[in-house]
């Protein structure tokens, strides 16, 4: 005995399926033509073979049996108005491909240049499905433009994907010289110049970041005696660099312009690997590359550079404190989307301040963009992004860290206590004797 089911259940049922959504699009003697669909699928990899459904009743049926040809365009979560335009849904649109940037396929079906993946197809074999036709396609080219989240379609709306969280975020303080030095401007406690050798204050409090795990960027080479696990150099100049490889250090740096082409980098690179010894890990830093004006030249040098072999890639946003010159999340976002996946396996890293409390926001959009690695300072100096706080708020959203949380809080303690006392009494601190007495533990 067979039941019917009534059709106003049935779409209730399929309603709650959730589907990514495509443009299937099409091209012969009438010209282009595209329409909205989410009834797309693969079929088979040996040979590359997928189907659309198109109903039988509209004008997207007949020109692809006659043109033989079509391509399927997923969209991105950013194309929710472009998805309503070929759906019908923007009366008044004369040309539906007037919005996007459109380009004839291999088989001449119009192809979204920045869709999160297309397909363009020759059409195989047509089988009746009800009041469908289902087209089986043999895939003649395909490509995925950039790595984006999809835009979805469930329960008769529009949505998209909740942004995963990394599961671990790594941190680099960067200041250490600097917040010493501040600390000895209004706490007695003279300038220092050694940056970390293992003496003087700065060396003390870069090994005791260096307990808690935080990696330390240094601004000149200490001794193997002194200790050389979680450090970063940074060179200014090529023989700079050359020299810390020599000495051992694990991790080099340096800074190059956003030139779009990575030669200094590569120089730099070639020098330090022809230094002898432990090849160090590079560490390239793009400067600016988060201002909105350098956005694309640095997209070309992340590009360019993810061919070197450097470890990681650092993007800098710029220091100035201007209003425009801080970036926003919905622009970080947006450059991340491409960044991330320019990169490819090279890790990217980002190197935030703090412009108008913005850094928080920007790390945690960052992090949802993929990004595991920060550029922090203890306390927030120099406008960076504060370490304390970074990782108060991947505690917060169950995020890992391999940072000693009790240890870097009493770090910050004995940070405000320096810059109250006249002597360099932060050493002797009860927060830092604190913090010494949970790692001997």
């Known amino acids: 005995m067979t039941t019917v089911i009534d059709e106003t259940t049935f779409r209730q049922v399929l309603s709650r399926w959730p589907s990514g959504v495509g443009i299937v699009t099409t091209a012969g003697e009438d010209g282009w033509h595209g329409m909205t669909a989410s009834s797309f699928s693969s079929v088979s990899l040996t040979p590359p073979l997928v189907l659309v459904c198109l109903d039988r009743r509209i004008r997207s049926h007949d020109l692809l049996i006659r043109n033989g040809v079509f391509a399927v365009n997923v969209l991105g979560r950013d194309h929710l108005a472009l998805g309503r335009r070929f759906a019908g849904m923007e009366p008044g649109v004369a040309d539906r491909f007037a919005s996007g940037d459109w380009l004839p396929g291999a088989t001449g079906s119009p192809v979204l240049t920045d869709s999160a993946a297309w397909v363009d197809c020759r059409v195989l074999q047509r089988y009746p499905g009800g009041d469908h036709s289902i087209f089986l396609g043999e895939v003649v080219a395909a490509g995925v433009p950039r790595i984006t989240s999809p835009l979805l379609f469930h329960s008769r709306s529009w949505g998209q994907l909740a942004d995963p969280l990394p599961e671990r975020v790594e941190l680099a303080d960067i200041a250490v010289t600097d917040t010493v030095g501040t600390m000895g401007a209004t706490g007695g406690i003279d300038a220092v110049g050694d940056s970390g050798g293992g003496t003087g204050p700065a060396g003390r ?3 005791a970041l260096r307990r808690a795990g935080v990696r330390v960027r240094l601004t000149r080479p200490r001794s193997p005696e002194d200790g050389l696990g979680s450090c970063s150099f940074h060179a200014t100049d090529i023989p700079s660099a050359v ?6 250090i694990p991790v080099i740096e340096f800074t190059i312009a956003p030139d779009g082409n990575g030669q200094a980098a590569a120089r730099m690179a070639d020098a330090v690997r022809g230094a002898g010894g432990p090849e160090p890990a590079l560490v390239v830093r793009i400067r600016d590359a988060l201002h909105p004006d350098l956005a694309r030249a640095g997209l070309q040098t992340v590009q360019r550079l993810s061919s070197t072999g450097c470890g990681e890639i650092v993007l800098e946003e710029p220091r100035g404190t201007a209003h ?10 947006r450059l991340l989307q491409d960044a991330v996946h320019e990169a490819g396996p090279v890790p990217l890293r980002l190197s935030l301040r703090d412009h108008h409390g913005l850094g928080l926001v920007n790390a945690l959009t960052a992090m949802k963009s993929g990004v595991k690695l920060f550029d922090t300072s203890l306390g927030g100096h120099g406008n960076l992004l504060a370490s304390e706080r970074l ?20 770090l ?15 050493r002797r601190s009860p927060a830092h004797t604190a913090a010494g007495s949970q790692e001997s533990q």
């Open 205 to 207: 409090l870069a090994d």
């Open 243 to 248: 020299a810390a490889a020599e000495s051992g």
């Open 324 to 333: 425009d010159e801080g970036a926003s999340p919905l622009a970080l976002r």
């Open 391 to 410: 990782v108060l708020l991947c505690s917060r959203m169950g995020i890992g860290t391999p940072v000693d949380v009790p240890a870097l809080l009493a």
């Open 412 to 426: 910050r303690t004995a940070l405000d206590f320096a810059r109250r006392e006249p002597s360099p009494a932060w």
